[in-house]
T-cell receptor
Framework: GAVVSQHPSRVICKSGTSVKIECRSL??????MFWYRQFPKKSLMLMAT?????????EQGVEKDKFLINHASLTLSTLTVTSAHPEDSSFYIC?????????????FGPGTRLLVL | RKEVEQDPGPFNVPEGATVAFNCTYS??????FFWYRQDCRKEPKLLMS???SGNEDGRFTAQLNRASQYISLLIRDSKLSDSATYLC???????????FGSGTRLLVRP
């Protein structure tokens, strides 16, 4: 079964509005989560590392004031796309480190499709 | 140069065929290597890790050549359900940050 969930699965919004995407770890605590973005026929690009209880670490070229990340609990990280523009339309995927007997594995959420009109 | 490069394909093969994908990575300090599978409009799912000695999981065999910075995935006896995009993924350090290739698309036809 799924170990990471995302909500919503898809969202359509008007240009200039803000959109919040939730990423939840199911039945385990995730001190670190990651946010990726994938454009059509392109690779997943890491946007930021979300750390529970501290500020997110953003990759080069990702605007922290535009993509707000909050990791307020051990099972929830949120990504808010502020003042969304059509070029922000993309597939946003989160992942979480799942601790297991054989070591730690990174599992991905099902993704959120964002369309900005 | 991209950090992880893959042939985008598509590879169009009949059921039962053997198909091989290649991947090269640019950072010689890369520590961990993986193949993920991504179905259309879905999230990537771990197919297998890649170890220096090479490893096999059923019909799938992965190889790593650190000297050439080259990773491969071999799929034997292809099934229709193998149709997907295969992502070569590299981890540079212990931070779990993954670098993805753009993927190789596989189409298995009846």
């Amino acid at each position: 079964g799924a170990v990471v969930s995302q909500h919503p699965s898809r969202v359509i919004c008007k240009s200039g509005t803000s959109v919040k995407i939730e990423c939840r770890s199911l039945d385990f605590q995730a001190t670190t989560m990651f946010w990726y973005r994938q454009f059509p026929k392109k690779s997943l690009m890491l946007m930021a590392t979300s750390n529970e209880g501290s500020k997110a670490t953003y990759e080069q070229g990702v605007e922290k004031d535009k993509f707000l990340i909050n990791h307020a609990s051990l099972t929830l990280s949120t990504l808010t796309v502020t003042s969304a523009h059509p070029e922000d339309s993309s597939f946003y995927i989160c992942s979480a480190i799942f601790p297991g007997l054989a070591g730690e594995t990174q599992y991905f959420g099902p993704g959120t499709r964002l369309l900005v009109l | 140069r991209k950090e992880v490069e893959q042939d985008p394909g598509p590879f169009n093969v009949p059921e039962g065929a053997t198909v091989a994908f290649n991947c090269t990575y640019s950072n010689s300090a890369s520590q961990s290597f993986f193949w993920y599978r991504q179905d259309c409009r879905k999230e990537p799912k771990l197919l297998m890790s890649v170890y220096s000695s090479g490893n096999e999981d059923g019909r799938f065999t992965a190889q790593l050549n650190r000297a050439s910075q080259y990773i491969s995935l071999l799929i034997r006896d292809s099934k229709l359900s193998d149709s997907a995009t295969y992502l070569c993924v590299v981890n540079l350090d212990s931070s779990y940050k993954l670098i993805f290739g753009s993927g190789t698309r596989l189409l298995v036809r009846p």
